[in-house]
């Protein structure tokens, strides 16, 4: 069974440009997660999207934003990049039906750098 | 709020030893307990998890209890290798909430032959 995959891995930005970045979740899955895992911060969490709804947000700007699509696929958008922004982006999927003793698997991740 | 805190990082460690990650939290009700595991250049993925008080989690040689009345749930193993170097997350979910888990920051864990 495929695992969650991410694209790009690796992008590469300048400041004020928009970057998109995709997420497949593990087939059966239909919630995904975004986080960002700047140096030395730890994760903090995105955005949750579930059956194609934005669910919940986490403490950041609204030039990020993102969708999910039917297939349960998902982009992360972040536009007017700033510096700070330069992180790893990780996406996790889980299955939807919200429990506590629920378990999320993780994407390798996209590495964004803006210059 | 809720919250996890971990003890700081770098963990460095000769391969053999016995290794402890402290993991201690904060939340209302009752939540479960994870710990997730990134190897270098990788995404995390579940090492272990509880459930409820008491509850012990294990898998690979890792173990961490489920202590309600300390509100811990420390990781261990007995006898550490360089391929166990990674960065260990403790976290916690509970329901009736937000269903986002709470992560700590993590420990980064080095292992030298």
């Known amino acids: 069974e495929a695992g969650v995959t991410q694209s790009p891995t690796h992008l590469i930005k300048t400041r004020g440009q928009q970057a998109t970045l995709r997420c497949s979740p593990i087939s059966g899955h239909t919630s995904v997660y975004w986080y960002q895992q700047a140096l030395g911060l730890g994760l903090q969490f995105l955005l949750w999207y579930d059956e194609g709804e934005e669910r919940n947000r986490g403490n950041f700007p609204p030039r990020f934003s993102g969708r999910q699509f039917p297939n349960y696929s998902s982009e992360l958008n972040v536009n007017a990049l700033e510096l700070e922004d330069s992180a790893l982006y990780l996406c996790?999927?889980?299955?939807?039906?919200?429990?506590?003793?629920?378990?999320?698997?993780f994407g390798p991740g996209t590495r964004l750098t803006v210059l | 709020g809720d919250s996890v805190t971990q003890m700081e990082g770098p963990v460095t460690l000769s391969e053999e030893a016995f290794l402890t990650i402290n993991c201690t939290y904060t939340?209302?009700?009752?939540?479960?307990l994870f710990w997730y595991v990134q190897y270098p250049g990788e995404g995390l993925q579940l090492l272990l998890k509880a459930t409820k008080a008491d509850d012990k989690g294990s898998n690979k040689g890792f173990e961490a209890t489920y202590r309600k009345e300390t509100t811990s749930f420390h990781l261990e193993k007995g006898s550490v290798q360089v391929s166990d170097s990674a960065v260990y997350f403790c976290?916690?979910?509970?329901?009736?909430?937000?269903?986002?888990?709470?992560f700590g920051r993590g420990t980064s864990l080095i292992v030298h032959p």
């Open positions: 996790a999927s889980s299955t939807g039906q919200p429990k506590r003793t629920d378990t999320q698997y």
């Open positions: 976290a916690l979910l509970k329901s009736g909430g937000s269903y986002i888990p709470t």
């Open positions: 939340a209302t009700g009752y939540p479960s």
